[in-house]
């Protein structure tokens, strides 16, 4: 409590900070809806289900600088943390992920810090996402800042199994039955079988509607 108590005191350097990540989180979120309103109007189709944006809580942000071994101030909070905006885009298909993560990372004012692929080389537990960091530039009265945000990029399957993930985490405080985790790790091999499955009848239905529409005299496109 005292920690988030000194991050407050600060309160104009707090106010500014936080305003300069909430700017950038709605940058992010304005892009992953303007490449999907591009798809829907070009292609008649939209690879994103949702997007998700959120900011750390201050005693989100404090706990996160302790577990790392930081002093609590906002300077540390600026350097060390990455994830304090965060976007999450939820998509059909393994492949929409890629695409969009290709996308997102080749706009001119975008630049990709590092990215973590879980999807290729999930954690131990199962969990799987595509997680970039990037800087976007912030502009200013006074000039131009350059602000991290945390882009996580999932299927819906994906995303379902992380919530579970997460509630059973929050509930155990990292301490829960191992019959459950091993549930939990089944539950992600589903998940995978789930989205290969899904993405297979989506290329057949696609290929069969194709097909008739040939067989009429008409094209079409899709994924």
């Given at each position: 409590?005292?920690?988030?108590?000194?991050?407050k005191?600060?309160?104009?350097?707090?106010?500014?900070?936080?305003?300069?990540?909430?700017?950038a989180?709605?940058?992010?979120?304005?892009?992953?809806?303007?490449?999907?309103?591009?798809?829907?109007h070009?292609?008649?189709?939209?690879?994103i289900?949702?997007?998700?944006?959120?900011?750390?809580?201050?005693?989100s942000?404090?706990?996160?600088?302790?577990?790392?071994?930081?002093?609590v101030?906002?300077?540390?909070m600026?350097?060390?943390?990455?994830?304090i905006?965060?976007?999450?885009?939820?998509?059909?298909?393994?492949?929409?992920?890629?695409t969009?993560?290709?996308?997102?990372?080749?706009?001119?004012?975008?630049?990709?810090?590092?990215?973590?692929?879980?999807?290729?080389?999930?954690?131990?537990?199962?969990?799987?996402?595509?997680?970039?960091?990037?800087?976007?530039p912030?502009?200013?009265?006074?000039?131009?800042?350059?602000?991290?945000?945390?882009?996580?990029?999932?299927?819906?399957?994906?995303?379902?199994?992380?919530s579970?993930e997460?509630?059973?985490?929050y509930?155990?405080?990292?301490?829960?039955?191992e019959a459950?985790?091993k549930?939990?790790?089944?539950?992600?091999?589903?998940?995978?079988?789930?989205d290969n499955?899904?993405y297979?009848?989506?290329?057949?239905?696609?290929?069969?509607?194709?097909?008739?529409?040939q067989?009429?005299?008409?094209?079409?496109?899709g994924?």
């Amino acid at each position: 409590m005292d920690n988030i108590l000194k991050l407050k005191e600060q309160a104009d350097e707090w106010s500014d900070t936080m305003f300069l990540y909430e700017s950038a989180l709605k940058q992010m979120t304005m892009k992953a809806e303007m490449l999907n309103d591009e798809f829907l109007h070009r292609y008649r189709d939209n690879p994103i289900e949702h997007i998700k944006s959120r900011l750390k809580t201050a005693e989100s942000i404090v706990r996160k600088l302790k577990n790392d071994g930081y002093e609590v101030t906002i300077e540390n909070m600026k350097n060390h943390l990455s994830d304090i905006a965060g976007v999450r885009i939820i998509c059909s298909y393994t492949s929409d992920i890629y695409t969009i993560a290709d996308m997102l990372g080749r706009q001119e004012d975008v630049t990709v810090l590092y990215v973590k692929d879980y999807i290729r080389r999930p954690k131990p537990n199962g969990y799987k996402s595509y997680h970039m960091v990037v800087s976007v530039p912030v502009y200013l009265s006074d000039g131009r800042r350059d602000v991290r945000v945390e882009v996580q990029i999932r299927s819906v399957a994906m995303d379902f199994w992380a919530s579970l993930e997460h509630k059973i985490a929050y509930k155990f405080e990292g301490d829960a039955p191992e019959a459950l985790l091993k549930d939990l790790k089944a539950c992600a091999d589903m998940v995978d079988m789930l989205d290969n499955k899904m993405y297979s009848l989506n290329k057949a239905i696609l290929a069969i509607a194709e097909e008739r529409k040939q067989e009429r005299g008409e094209s079409t496109s899709g994924r």
